[in-house]
């Protein structure tokens, strides 16, 4: 028998339509303020790197940083409050981001510079689409992340072979242009053909003999058509991902979104959407 899902109460619902929608006037308000105090935390933190900046403003920044710190905690324990399984929240790709955005401050009482990495705030700012009502954008982005997740072994396969034939081509142009050209040794040659099969070309280290020339010509049109492989696998999978879009109604008790578009139930805790 399945187990029944408790109904959340009406303050936990009106704090999760604040927190969670933009729909109402509430929601959205917050949703601004939030975008606007992520903006402001990370040109703070910014700013701070800055060596004139922060000879003048290093304790304000600092005061600054700190505050908008301890406003996005709060944020996150109300998220997790408004919420009938914190747990699933905090472990879905959100959670996880809004967590990252406030662990670096309180890590750099321990360890010095790490506020730097607040910088991950940024990514927070993925909810402008929802608060723009720009939500086909998100559906986009959804697609094309399960396009990616989906081709994602055939393109480690793939990246396998790329890496040994870079491997096999660099010991090749070791053998055949030696030290005194540049190639002092194998590591060395196989960063030679990683930066000329991808068609980067720093010039750093060139070819000098012609057997070497003409093995170096072959990797250039060669990196051409490796470029297009991974395009081909992942555009297939974006072609079968069309044919699942999902909803962007985030599920009351977990804060989920990626359901299906007929969906009546959270595919993760099974309450109503």
């Known amino acids: 028998m399945a187990r029944s899902v408790p109904a959340p109460s009406g303050r936990r619902v009106r704090l999760h339509e604040i927190i969670f929608e933009a729909e109402t006037p509430f929601g959205k308000a917050f949703d601004v303020a939030l975008l606007i105090a992520i903006v402001l935390s990370v040109v703070t933190v910014s700013l701070e790197t800055v060596p004139a900046v922060r000879a003048v403003y290093g304790a304000q920044l600092r005061a600054a940083e700190w505050v908008f710190t301890i406003l996005f905690t709060v944020e996150y324990a109300l998220r997790l409050a408004c919420v009938g399984r914190p747990w699933r929240y905090a472990g879905s790709f959100f959670g996880v981001v809004d967590l990252l955005a406030i662990v670096p401050t309180y890590l750099s009482l321990l360890v010095a510079g790490t506020q730097s990495l607040i910088v991950i705030r940024a990514l927070r700012l993925l909810r402008v689409f929802r608060v723009l009502k720009l939500a086909h954008f998100v559906g986009e982005a959804r697609m094309l992340h399960a396009a990616l997740r989906a081709s994602s072994r055939k393109i480690v396969v793939f990246l396998g072979g790329v890496l040994t034939v870079v491997l096999i081509v ?64 992942v555009t297939v999978e974006i072609a079968g991902a069309l044919k699942h879009s999902t909803r962007t109604e985030a599920c009351g008790e977990c804060g989920a979104e990626d359901h299906a578009s007929d969906a009546v139930f959270c595919k993760y805790c099974g309450a109503k959407i």
């Open 170 to 233: 660099g010991a090749l142009m070791y053998l055949v242009e030696g030290a005194e050209n540049g190639f002092t040794s194998i590591p060395q040659s196989v960063y030679w053909a990683i930066v000329t099969m991808t068609t980067v070309g720093y010039g750093d280290v060139a070819p000098q003999t012609v057997l070497g020339k003409v093995l170096a010509s072959a990797v250039m049109i060669l990196g051409y058509g490796i470029i297009a492989v991974p395009t081909g696998i």
